[in-house]
């Protein structure tokens, strides 16, 4: 399941890509125009500045940016750079330990194939085609 986080760092992604024309965009009129905490978006901002996603400055006149055009950024990038895994089951997240059970497990076939299913879904829709 998607966090909190993730859905809203998306949100913030999606309102940035509407309002880039405006150029830096204050987080508290993305905070007010998506009913968000700008407690909450500033803990999520780290995270998408820290991978490259968005851009800022403080003072008058700060506030936040894409790096890039909407279309340029997949889903899939926003969500990884907030989440701490995407994978449907703990078995297959990127730290898990190897199981013991997986050589005769009759179900991780399946958790495989909706992992992909989820990847390619993420990482093929981007931020342009949410705007």
Same mark, same amino acid.
């Given at each position: 399941?998607?966090?909190?986080?993730?859905?809203?760092? %998306?949100?913030?992604?999606?309102? %940035?890509?509407?309002?880039?024309?405006?150029?830096?965009? !204050?987080?508290?009129?993305?905070?007010?125009?998506?009913?968000?905490?700008?407690?909450?978006?500033?803990?999520?901002?780290?995270?998408?500045?820290?991978?490259?996603?968005?851009?800022?400055?403080?003072?008058?006149?700060?506030? =936040?940016?894409?790096?890039?055009? !909407?279309?340029? =950024?997949?889903?899939?990038?926003?969500?990884?750079?907030?989440?701490?895994?995407?994978? !449907?089951?703990?078995?297959?997240?990127?730290?898990?330990?190897?199981?013991?059970?997986? !050589?005769?497990?009759?179900?991780?076939?399946?958790?495989?194939?909706?992992?992909?299913?989820?990847?390619? =879904?993420?990482?093929?829709?981007? %931020?342009?085609?949410?705007?």
């Amino acid at each position: 399941m998607i966090s909190t986080r993730g859905r809203y760092a %998306l949100r913030v992604m999606a309102d %940035l890509a509407i309002h880039q024309g405006d150029g830096y965009v !204050p987080m508290k009129d993305v905070a007010e125009r998506q009913e968000l905490s700008l407690k909450y978006l500033e803990q999520i901002l780290p995270a998408l500045k820290k991978n490259n996603l968005v851009e800022g400055i403080q003072g008058k006149g700060g506030g =936040y940016r894409l790096t890039r055009k !909407p279309e340029e =950024y997949s889903i899939g990038e926003v969500l990884r750079a907030t989440e701490i895994d995407l994978a !449907p089951v703990s078995c297959l997240a990127h730290d898990a330990e190897e199981c013991n059970r997986r !050589p005769q497990c009759k179900t991780i076939k399946f958790w495989e194939g909706l992992n992909e299913v989820i990847k390619n =879904y993420i990482d093929d829709a981007t %931020l342009a085609d949410i705007m």
